[in-house]
DNA sequence: AATGAATGAGGTTTCATTCAT
DNA sequence: GATGAATGAAACCTCATTCAT
């Protein structure tokens, strides 16, 4: 077997217990019974529990900024590249809902590296808001209140009710109108 | 209703190590050691670690759900009722700064049971500001612009960047002006 | 069971399991069963399966320096000195004959750690030697030579030979006559 | 009796490994990236880890042999022969410092069948040195001094503190003087 | 002959919990 | 109520060795 082979079915097992388990409750016997190799197997890919965890992070975040900067260059209305944005956002992250979980609802709770990387996506939206938003004069504020309203329809919305990604947008495009007037 | 002392030593001992490691990684042996008491002790008081840890969240929600009842009954403005309601919380969870991170940053992490009492407490605060909002039309979306709004205020702001409650307010009541209108 | 009832039992339970398996053989599973205690006791007492050996180590080689600092200060003859201090040494060896083995034959294979105090047992002997030949003008020939040779009576002899002690001494005398002339 | 070049690239690589690691900390995983070779072709060629340090320590005692025969045939007086086999054993053990550290420090720890080899080693270079002295009354004690002072600056000048053979050769000739007369 | 991914037994260590005092 | 030594299950991780290619 190749070595990325196993390489995947390991992120592919860990992704999925870590998703049901949460971070602290994965054993990497978990991982590696999910995944059909040995205990030492792991060991060969990451060097610990924490290091698959943090590969599986990166692998999302890298895909939110591919995101992130494509839309910063997009010439759009305001409005349409927030909606857009968002569309697309909420979709990678319906995708890969399970990794969303961990990201969203643990990630910051294992350490400083995982809050740091949590935070440091943060920044790079909220940026992305900002100069969106430059002609305002409370650029931020906007930032603040749009960044807070898309983290709950996301967390609240899709990920504990398991909404359709539809709904969701419908609902982040409503308050939207509100928040930018119509 | 009045507790021991060694029970006081030991929720204060509790508050103060979760605080500083977090839930899993704070060991029994950390909180006794601080307490100053002897291993066996905890269990006097405490089922177990998870036990000791719901304790001191009840004890914080609960004096939450008493502001929330307390502004549902008073008679203000809608954004005079809103931002004194912010107010008075962030105020609450700023002299509770420490455990308010354990609350949001960790306490979904724990377990199913950790994640219901976020959530409901969550929709507590939900249902007070559609209450609210009962004469709008998007109550719904109000609510989650505004809760969203101030999840993130506290989240980054309060907790994270540690800004004075005040700067925290002002930053609120002009994100409120915004969704609000003036 | 008081606390160095235990941490006796499991010392003696170390110095007989070492002796039999040597150190890297050793698990600390074997010892603790040899001592009829949990795992987990032995943690409680000893940080590492390096450290159980370090505490051994010490304890014998502060015994032998309390040996040196007696002869040290012995008023005899030179060759009394070295023959009754030399007794004294092999006699203490042959009690803890099997630490003793250790000692010498699996010490400075661990690490530097342990290689240090070998050395630093050794410097002292040597020193002890020099001091009490401090007339001759050999000083350090003579310490080296006898050091050489009493060593090498202990490791052959005494601990794989199993000669008994008398034997040993009778054997050092025979060469101090040689070495220091009659 | 030539070696393939994998063969010879394993064993030096072992000798550098062993030598910088000593036995029980070496991996062969350490050892076959040394000798740029996959994991698997140690394999080919040594049954095990154990059989690779066997093979080594052969390697170098078969050399010693050689000395020692050498020697028992040469016709010299005692004092020459037994400091001209001294000064060839120096030299030999300079040359290959780091086996001989191995040998020295750790081969007896290893296991029985090592300890064997160190002693049997021994017992060839105490015979050379008895048939030497065959003439004296005390042929044996003056093997065991000579052996021990000679291992004794082996160990503690040679190889410990790096001293040049020469250095060595000039104390061990001193030391014969003492030890035999003048 | 050479490769190197895979194995898995077995090691060290942790720590929530118990219980005799 | 308080103690704290003892427990032992269960976690993480290592690495000598195998074997299909």
Same mark, same amino acid.
């Given at each position: 077997?190749? @070595?990325?082979d196993t390489?995947v079915?390991?992120?592919?097992?860990?992704?999925?217990?870590?998703?049901?388990?949460?971070?602290?409750n994965?054993?990497?016997?978990d991982?590696?019974?999910?995944?059909?190799?040995?205990?030492?197997?792991?060991?060969?890919?990451?060097k610990?529990? +924490?290091?698959?965890f943090?590969?599986i992070?990166?692998m999302?975040?890298?895909?939110?900024?591919d995101i992130?900067e $494509?839309?910063?260059?997009?010439?759009?209305s305001?409005?349409?590249?927030?909606?857009r944005f968002a +569309?697309?956002?909420?979709?990678?992250?319906?995708d890969?809902?399970e990794?969303? $979980?961990?990201?969203?609802? @643990?990630?910051?709770?294992v350490?400083? $590296?995982?809050k +740091?990387?949590?935070v440091e996506?943060?920044?790079?939206?909220?940026?992305?808001?900002?100069e969106?938003?430059?002609?305002?004069?409370?650029?931020?504020?906007?930032?603040?209140?749009?960044?807070?309203?898309g983290?709950?329809?996301?967390e609240?919305?899709?990920?504990m009710?398991?909404?359709?990604?539809?709904?969701v947008?419908?609902k982040f495009?409503?308050?939207? @109108?509100i928040?930018?007037?119509?």
């Amino acid at each position: 077997m190749s @070595q990325s082979d196993t390489k995947v079915k390991l992120i592919d097992a860990a992704v999925k217990v870590f998703s049901e388990k949460g971070y602290f409750n994965t054993r990497v016997s978990d991982i590696v019974k999910e995944a059909g190799v040995a205990q030492g197997t792991f060991y060969i890919y990451f060097k610990s529990k +924490e290091d698959a965890f943090l590969f599986i992070v990166n692998m999302v975040t890298s895909q939110m900024e591919d995101i992130i900067e $494509k839309y910063r260059r997009l010439d759009l209305s305001q409005k349409d590249k927030i909606i857009r944005f968002a +569309e697309e956002s909420y979709n990678l992250i319906s995708d890969y809902r399970e990794i969303a $979980k961990i990201l969203f609802f @643990q990630l910051m709770c294992v350490d400083e $590296k995982f809050k +740091e990387i949590y935070v440091e996506t943060n920044n790079k939206i909220k940026t992305f808001y900002i100069e969106t938003f430059k002609n305002k004069k409370n650029a931020e504020i906007f930032a603040d209140i749009i960044l807070g309203f898309g983290k709950r329809l996301l967390e609240f919305d899709l990920l504990m009710d398991d909404k359709p990604v539809k709904h969701v947008i419908d609902k982040f495009t409503s308050g939207i @109108q509100i928040i930018l007037g119509d």
